[in-house]
DNA sequence: AAAACGATATATCAAATTGATATATAAAGG
DNA sequence: CCTTTATATATCAATTTGATATATCGTTTT
């Protein structure tokens, strides 16, 4: 029984900083949040009602011409839930590697299909790094450093983790096709 | 409409190996899988009704004394959509990092709490660490090294990352502490 | 100017996953 | 003998995923 909505929580950490509509949030979601967190549309919506049920935000409806849009403020209510929730320690950090599932099952195949689902792996790597190293890039340059420090440390967190990556996924192909093998 | 069943191919590769019952294959899963990949009962027993419906898996009932008892084994089917997963090069990898979605969104809070939470979080990981560290000098040991490449390889990786956490804990903290602030 | 295209915007659904709970037996330890 | 831990299966509500449907608006191509 998932018992805590953590798209709940996202939501919230976004409209503490603005207004915004559901498919705005979805945005945002896959921008700078997007290689620690995901969110869909069908997750989005159904979690926006519930929190307007719950009075911790408010929806302002607006329709220009024949386009309807709902745009979400954050209540003091909703506001005190992000703050609870930032508060407690316990959080659920993990990963799905499919990848690596891969590599740990494929020992009964053909070692060439090991070394190319890392190479794959490798490729979506280091188009990942150069879009966050942008990111990152652009951030320095910021005039207030301050405020985006917790923006620059999570993006640094994905760049030092990609480096890892890619210095594994090196290693890797290496020991695979030294081996000879199969 | 999650169309493929993930735990399905984690199902295949362990029953690849050996006979397994549905405890069994959640252990496994808890091993060495766990720091890249999760299953639970309430997954692992539908699939692998499905996947018997399916034809690529048979069961056997055992019972002894009082207590019932169902092994699994995988068919030529079976083994064979295993090695269909194996080839195909698409695959899904993402981490969901609640640590750094608090970190993300804690600017409005204070930096202690955020110096807390990464704390927390390094604990965890250097927690984890040792677990992998150990499990990995024990395959090195291993006579078998050829049969264990593809099981160092992934706790490489994990051992990997887990360093690369480490240090970016170490600078996110000086980062907070330095700076002074609220 | 019409058609095509991509971005904006909301909504819904089946399938999969999570995380908890329920139940019962066997083995181990004190 | 009793308590705790491990074995073993099953089920359920809540949540998430990933796809699809629908419709408008703005920009670019014919």
Redesign the interface.
Known sequence: MARER?ID??IL?LL?HEDLTGYDIKKRIDG??S????GSFGNIYPALKGMENQGLITKNDTSVGGREKTTYHITESGSDA??D???E?????????????????????SRG??V??IE??EE?IQKDLKVLKKYSEALEKSLDV??H???S??A??GI??Y???L??CA??KK??KQ?G?K
Chains 1, 2 share one sequence.
């Open positions: 953590k929580m996202v950490g503490s700078a949040i290689f620690f967190w995901k992000l703050k929730w930032l508060k320690e316990q959080a659920s950090n993990e990963l799905k590697y499919e990848t690596l599932l891969k590599l740990f099952f494929g020992g009964a195949e299909v090991s190319h689902n794959v792996f979506q301050e405020d420090i917790y923006y440390l999570t640094s967190f030092k983790t480096e890892a990556y210095k594994w290693k890797a020991m695979l081996r093998g």
